[in-house]
């Protein structure tokens, strides 16, 4: 089965600096590359995605980058802000209609 | 509302006990999913229905653990003689997936938080 782990497990930035998350997979065959975030007590919500034929997708402060070669993907957050906090999560997939999720990066930015 | 919605958000239970909990998918939603998630990891897949049809569960998933999804909306998941072990947060999840495409991007519920005594 699919290994998936995140590094790293936890982040701490000032507020305004960058974090990047890396997540890495073992099944060559992943071709879909999602990134949830979990505030404290809520619900994981989808917040960026990118699919095996792009490299890079960007939304306002926040991208995905991908290496299919090496088999990691990465979340990068820039102009971090306190809302930012909260716990990341990757969950690479291959077609098997469920997705796997790493065990998650727990981000604090602080003022 | 028309988010996914699960109840109750909370069961405190005492062990030995059954416990049962529902899921409502967004309507247009032909997949469900049910996960578990403790303190500190990531969510653990437990199952999932396309449409009314169960199509895989989890090999953790013991035999104490049973979902239905009888008209295709929404789900159930009964927990059967509740250990201490089975406390988590359990979260479904729906999604839509046209015939012959997979759609990955789940929408998650709030959750039911299972506390076994």
């Known amino acids: 089965g699919e290994n998936v782990e995140q590094h790293p497990s936890t982040l701490s930035v000032q507020e305004g600096d960058s974090a990047v998350i890396k997540c890495t997979y073992s099944?060559?065959?992943?071709?879909?590359f999602p990134w949830y975030k979990q505030e404290l007590g809520k619900r994981p919500q989808l917040i960026i995605d990118?699919?095996?034929?792009?490299g890079e997708k960007k939304d306002q402060r926040i991208a995905v980058t991908l290496n299919k070669t090496a088999k990691h993907f990465s979340l990068h957050i820039t102009e971090t802000q306190p809302e930012d906090s909260a716990v990341y999560f990757c969950?690479?997939?291959?077609?098997?209609?469920?997705?796997?999720f790493g065990a998650g990066t727990r981000l604090a930015v602080h003022p | 509302d028309t988010g996914v919605s699960q109840d109750p958000r909370h069961k405190i239970t005492k062990r030995g006990q059954n416990v049962t909990f529902r899921c409502d998918p967004i309507?247009?939603?032909?997949?469900l999913y049910w996960y578990r998630q403790t303190l500190g990891q990531g969510p653990e897949f437990l199952t999932y229905?396309?449409?009314?049809?169960?199509?895989?569960k989890s090999r953790l998933l013991s035999d104490r653990f049973s979902a239905e999804r009888p008209k295709g909306s929404f789900s159930t998941l009964e927990i059967q003689r509740t250990e201490q072990g089975d406390s988590a947060m359990y979260l479904c999840?729906?999604?839509?997936?046209?015939?012959?495409?997979?759609?990955?991007?789940?929408?998650f519920g709030s959750g039911t938080q299972l506390s076994v005594l």
């Open positions: 999840a729906s999604s839509f997936s046209p015939q012959g495409a997979t759609n990955e991007k789940l929408f």
């Open positions: 099944d060559s065959a992943s071709n879909y």
């Open positions: 309507s247009e939603h032909n997949r």
């Open positions: 969950a690479p997939f291959r077609g098997y209609n469920k997705l796997i």
């Open positions: 229905f396309q449409n009314e049809a169960q199509l895989e």
């Open positions: 990118i699919r095996s034929n792009v």
